[in-house]
């Protein structure tokens, strides 16, 4: 099978839209091939073993270092899509090639990419919902959760630096939103009411928070496995290349 080609993008927009959030509109005539339904999807940003965008100067057998991003938005009239990066500082252990590039990132600054990946939708039957996300997961909750039936109830718990970083959500009006700034995922969650009827799971956080989120779902309410997502989006102290190999790890051990 013919390898998949990376996609030229160009940056045609970037804005601070919290103090820890930044946001960046990616375009390209590529993502004219992007099926309808991709938010929420991941793609791939691509750079040299540097750090540099320009992987053109790669050797020919040399693979780019690959990090990975939600489309929080697409765009299909102007072939475009809206990516979201958690702002680090430099000395932050988290911030890597890519958190560095988008706090630099100018209008007309070229990028390539890979994807868009495949989503695992949610099961939008269910009679309630549990959404859970941390700050690098709120693009891909924002995509979610636009998607849930109007008449949709249950919760959807956001972990954030500060409050100057809530974001309005397109959420249907039974949807309790809290926004977490005092106290972790793992403590905030139980305490909720859990609701009757079938339930929907979508978690996606730290490693060690969403471990805690498996332990509670999966285990202390017994949530059927087809009807959660769960994932971790990073790991504190460790390289999103040293989270890979954590997180390959875990599934093998645990599912």
Same mark, same amino acid.
């Given at each position: ?5 990376? !996609?030229?993008? !160009? ?77 680090? =500082? ?23 990419? +890979?994807?868009? /990946? ?24 924002? +995509? ?11 919760? +959807? ?20 939103? =809290? ?6 995922? +793992? ?51 460790? =390289?999103?290349? /040293? ?13």
């Amino acid at each position: 099978m013919k390898k998949p080609q990376p !996609k030229a993008a !160009k940056v045609s927009n970037t804005t601070t839209i919290t103090p820890n959030m930044q946001r960046i509109t990616l375009e390209s005539e590529a993502f004219a091939d992007f099926p309808d339904d991709c938010e929420g999807g991941y793609i791939k940003l691509l750079f040299d073993p540097q750090g540099s965008t320009a992987i053109e100067n790669l050797e020919p057998d040399a693979r780019p270092s690959m990090r990975t991003y939600t489309i929080r938005r697409f765009m299909p009239q102007q072939n475009a899509i809206e990516v979201d990066f958690v702002r680090h =500082t430099c000395d932050d252990p988290q911030s890597g090639f890519a958190a560095r590039w988008a706090m630099s990132a100018q209008v007309g600054d070229g990028i390539q990419i +890979a994807g868009p /990946g495949t989503i695992q939708n949610m099961n939008l039957q269910a009679e309630w919902f549990f959404m859970v996300a941390d700050m690098t997961a709120l693009p891909a909750l924002s +995509a979610k959760i636009r998607r849930l039936p109007s008449d949709a109830k249950g919760y +959807a718990v956001i972990q954030i630096e500060s409050d100057a970083d809530k974001q309005p959500l397109d959420a249907p009006d039974n949807m309790q939103i =809290t926004w977490l700034t005092d106290q972790s995922i +793992a403590q905030a969650v139980p305490k909720l009411e859990w609701l009757e009827g079938e339930v929907s799971v979508w978690c996606a956080c730290e490693f060690d928070s969403m471990r805690a989120m498996r332990q509670y779902f999966r285990n202390d309410r017994q949530v059927e496995r087809d009807n959660i997502y769960i994932s971790s989006y990073w790991k504190q102290g460790v =390289t999103e290349d /040293g989270h890979k190999v954590i997180k390959r790890q875990d599934m093998e051990q645990n599912g």
